[in-house]
T-cell receptor, first 114, second 113 residues
Framework: DSGVTQTPKHLITATGQRVTLRCSPRSGDLSVYWYQQSLDQGLQFLIQYYNGEERAKGNILERFSAQQFPDLHSELNLSSLELGDSALYFC?????????????FGQGTRLTVV | QQQVKQSPQSLIVQKGGISIINCAYENTAFDYFPWYQQFPGKGPALLIAIRPDVSEKKEGRFTISFNKSAKQFSLHIMDSQPGDSATYFCAARHIGSARQLTFGSGTQLTVLP
């Protein structure tokens, strides 16, 4: 168990809908990263938050947004969903800012858009 | 733009054999190179990692070899076991405050009993 908790584990929704994925980082970790894993794209970095503030953006669509709350949990919001958004979404956490920071991944949320 | 290239895409090895997975990176702004192991239905889990000032790191049956001048690094799994069957990802961590990881495309390893 990595200590990173993601909910829900599975999500099935229709095209055009909006969903929210939740991530609780490991105790003491200030950074949260979101990754998308699809069969044809592998693991793609979406966005990172550090202590409540956005730190970096990757290949995140404008239909997607995220935030990190004062208790350090994070939510990834996906809207106007398309079939191609079906993927595994992973959250990872780390203590950023040192050379020996490791990123620990949650078990992911499998999103299926039908 | 793929900054970390991984090969092979899939690998089949006999039990007791050596599994070798290779990665090459294109961007020098990386300071840390981890390998992750992922089982079906699970998240990637850190397996072993190396910094660019070290040429080799060994942990049990797992060894990373790192060639800074060639911008290449590889994972060797000695005495491969059926329980090692999983998908392996190499990654490179960006220098700077974000520290995000860029992943290779993954290698699906199957170790035959």
């Amino acid at each position: 168990d990595s200590g990173v908790t993601q909910t829900p584990k599975h999500l099935i929704t229709a095209t055009g809908q909006r969903v929210t994925l939740r991530c609780s980082p490991r105790s003491g970790d200030l950074s949260v990263y979101w990754y998308q894993q699809s069969l044809d794209q592998g693991l793609q970095f979406l966005i990172q938050y550090y202590n409540g503030e956005e730190r970096a953006k990757g290949n995140i669509l404008e239909r997607f947004s995220a935030q990190q709350f004062p208790d350090l949990h994070s939510e990834l919001n996906l809207s106007s969903l398309e079939l191609g958004d079906s993927a595994l979404y992973f959250c990872a956490s780390s203590v950023a800012g040192t050379l020996n920071t490791e990123a620990f991944f949650g078990q992911g949320t499998r999103l299926t858009v039908v | 733009q793929q900054q970390v290239k991984q090969s092979p895409q899939s690998l089949i090895v006999q039990k007791g054999g050596i599994s070798i997975i290779n990665c090459a990176y294109e961007n020098t702004a990386f300071d840390y190179f981890p390998w992750y192991q992922q089982f079906p239905g699970k998240g990637p889990a850190l397996l072993i990692a190396i910094r660019p000032d070290v040429s080799e790191k060994k942990e049990g049956r797992f060894t990373i070899s790192f060639n800074k001048s060639a911008k290449q690094f590889s994972l060797h799994i000695m005495d491969s076991q059926p329980g090692d069957s999983a998908t392996y990802f190499c990654a490179a961590r960006h220098i700077g405050s974000a520290r995000q990881l860029t992943f290779g495309s993954g290698t699906q390893l199957t170790v035959l009993p």
